[in-house]
């Protein structure tokens, strides 16, 4: 069972249908899989749902397919800076579904874990509890919210080896861990392969079962918000 | 009456030695520069990271390391990386002791509206409906007033919840007011700001 | 009629290359001894391991690193460890392709009893019930008859359920059987088995 | 706040009350906090019910405290190996409430994690299924299932830093984690307690957050069942 995939686009092929749904890991640009992103955009999808806790930027992440217009509805919580979106949006060409941040990870978490369904505070009170069960454990309220179980995963990674271990590096680990566990079907975009045993067994992020198809491959890694402060300030 | 600076300073005096706090954009960000002395607090930032420490240097900036603003910043000896999944773990299970939040609108039974406006652009609530449901104590940080002058302490809110009975005290820039049963109470009121004045700006019950 | 190793051979068939696997204890463990050549599987052991190895060479046993059965192990170049929630997420979320269970009893439409006798000890379902519940397919191995000459493979149990309807494929001493709308249908009979001698030893319903 | 503590009797100074629940770590004698429990005997709280996979053996682990009666209910998936234990629960002196292995790790996780209630496959249709809420999702039917909050976790560690960040050696890991995390309190053990700094911030198991005080300790780590191959075999 080779699970490494030369591109992109290879690691996609027979795994993408119109109307199917995407999960997919990043915060902002940060740990996104950015050439699984512009593979499905190649390939000309359509009527997507993509779970992905944003939507990009213009030109960038998962914006690059707002821009071709291949994406019926995203479930997310924070869409700002993407113009594209909201006119997409606003103008009623795109559905969005509104999931707190951690109700959207737990629900990718829940979905991978074979959990249908978790009982969460938050949204208590507010919109999001419309339409949804609620239950009292020990006085308090708690909504019912369920396990998201995507046609396939798209990840970004550090590290992987053949077997598809994958190790992830600071804050770009994010939603890929959980994003990863919910699909049907997970491929993951690494920046580096190492042999097989160069990995710490104690040190996996994610292990390999989840993980179905691999490519190596490098792009920009861009930063929404350039924050430094001098050196005379030490 | 307090500037942002007086507000985060302020704000700063909430801070327990010893406690996890998630700061929120804005004003709350400022909180870092005015922890007192003798105080160790731990900032989370709900995109995976306790331990956050300042902005880097120039030239040293890591894509791969950024708050929740999607700021670059940079790591601290006592450091943990974790998932979304386990960050959110951690907030709904009120392992955070507080969180200092902006506010839109807050209402006297402490509910909280920090996220949209109808009608016009929606970004979202990001993890600001998960923190106000599950940490330990909310702190919001805003100006009393909007641009036009209305109260933005108010008997209910007019704009969709954030969460509903969340919140624990709110700092503004006229003084600082605890949410009690019955209404709020004053607990402060900013320098040169007479209490006349406070109650004056405030649309909500204050019971003292 | 297969002794105990033939019918973990037997077992070992129903491998497919590029499998994770969990192994209960007993008879399944054994299977790990004849993977057959070219196909590739990766050992589930529930206590929290991916990629579990041989047991250690004498001398070289580690505390630290067990089996479910709390057998001293090894681990290999793909292993990678995590913890109890996390193992658990992986076998109720059905990333496990197939268990290799033991059991006291399988009924015909799939229910199966292997862990408690009422009123004898007591030791507990483990991780049975959520492997049962949650792997993609279900082969049990064990004996076609008590040591009473009583068929273990029923019309229903008469113990207490480790699952309802989750086994696919029963391997016997006597034989193979697999689990079908209606009732068992007869794969294959054991080396020197009549089919006769496999119906006269199972009381559930055969529909072939 | 300093997080280290001398021993055990110190760490635990404060925590104990009769008729408390305990959740500890640990799989069979793999990774159990053997100092803490010890400490525990010693200060001899009583009427205890403790969530812990296994109860130990005669004399070890949580042995230790069914040896001296302090335990009134066991959480367990799995007790044999442990003689008193059967004894006593025989005989009615002691309560047990069984939980399938994969149910108990997830009640300590949802209940670190906030979520009060969660629904899952395992147990359907058998008696652990008996007495609680089925709910029927897209077809198919799951149990609910309780988050668990314990008044004090008992974790055992390889390594830690000052601040309570946390880190596992192989399958010493186990319950560990979610063990960690649904306590009000949490205590651990650790083999070594090394230097602010020194651990990898991308390979912390358990931050520190869920860590309230620290032992440095060692105890003998027994094998239950020591199989081996032979140097020939190979």
Redesign the interface.
């Known amino acids: 069972?080779k699970k490494v995939y030369p591109d992109a686009k290879s690691a996609l092929d027979g795994q993408l249908f119109d109307g199917m749904l995407i999960a997919s890991g990043g915060?902002?640009?940060?740990?996104i899989p950015e050439l699984l992103i512009a593979a499905i955009r190649d390939a000309g999808t359509k009527d997507l749902t993509v779970a992905s806790?944003n939507a990009g930027v213009d030109g960038a992440g998962l914006g690059q397919l707002l821009a071709t217009r291949q994406v019926k509805k995203m479930i997310?919580?924070?869409?700002?800076e993407n113009a594209e979106f909201?006119r997409q949006?606003l103008s009623g060409e795109l559905e969005?579904e509104?999931n707190?941040?951690?109700?959207l990870?737990?629900r990718?978490?829940?979905?991978?874990?074979?959990?249908?369904?978790?009982?969460?505070?938050?949204?208590?009170?507010?919109?999001?509890a419309d339409g949804k069960e609620v239950?009292n454990?020990?006085g308090?309220d708690?909504i019912l919210e369920?396990g998201l179980v995507a046609d396939l995963s798209i990840v970004k990674a550090?590290k992987a080896?053949p077997?598809g271990?994958l190790?992830?590096?600071?804050?770009?680990?994010?939603?890929?861990?959980?994003a990863a566990?919910c699909g049907r079907v997970c491929v993951a975009e690494v920046e580096e392969i190492v042999p097989?045993?160069s990995l710490?067994?104690?040190?996996?992020?994610v292990?390999?079962?989840?993980v179905h198809r691999l490519i190596q491959g490098s792009h920009e890694?861009?930063?929404?918000?350039?924050?430094?402060?001098?050196?005379e300030e030490? | 009456m307090w500037d942002r600076n007086q507000m985060a300073e302020r704000a700063a005096q909430e801070l327990q030695d010893g406690w996890y706090v998630n700061l929120g954009i804005g004003i709350p960000t400022l909180v870092s520069n005015y922890i007192p002395e003798g105080i160790e607090v731990t900032l989370q930032?709900?995109?995976?990271?306790l331990g956050m420490g300042?902005?880097?240097?120039?030239?040293?900036?890591?894509?791969?390391?950024?708050?929740a603003?999607?700021?670059?910043?940079t790591?601290l000896p006592q450091t943990a990386?974790?998932?979304?999944?386990q960050?959110?773990?951690m907030?709904?299970g009120g392992k955070i002791a507080m969180a200092i939040l902006g506010a839109m609108e807050v209402a006297e039974n402490g509910?909280l509206a920090n996220w949209m406006i109808p009608g016009k652009?929606?970004?979202?609530?990001?993890?600001?409906?998960?923190l106000v449901?599950?940490v330990g104590r909310v702190v919001v940080v805003m100006d009393h007033t909007s641009k036009h002058g209305e109260s933005k302490v108010l008997k209910s809110c007019t704009l969709?919840?954030?969460?509903?009975?969340v919140v624990n005290r709110i700092i503004t820039n006229l003084g600082v007011l605890d949410v009690v049963p019955g209404g709020l109470q004053i607990v402060e009121c900013a320098d040169g700001v007479t209490e006349a004045e406070l109650r004056a700006a405030t649309e909500a019950t204050i019971i003292n």
Chains 1, 4 share one sequence.
Request: glycine content about 14%.
């Open positions: 069972m915060f902002g640009l940060c740990g806790n997310s919580s924070y869409v700002g909201m949006y969005l509104f707190p941040q951690g109700t990870a737990e990718m978490r829940a979905g991978g874990a074979g959990i249908p369904g978790f009982y969460t505070k938050t949204g208590v009170g507010t919109v999001i239950k454990f020990d308090q708690y369920r550090w080896d077997s271990n190790v992830f590096r600071k804050t770009a680990r994010n939603f890929n861990p959980p566990t097989l045993g710490n067994p104690d040190m996996i992020h292990p390999g079962i989840y890694k861009r930063i929404e918000n350039r924050t430094t402060r001098k050196r030490a | 930032s709900e995109n995976g990271m300042p902005f880097p240097y120039e030239g040293e900036e890591d894509a791969d390391l950024i708050n603003g999607k700021q670059t910043i790591e990386y974790f998932d979304s999944a960050s959110f773990a907030i709904r509910d652009l929606v970004k979202g609530m990001g993890g600001a409906m998960d449901a599950g969709p919840l954030t969460g509903k009975a």
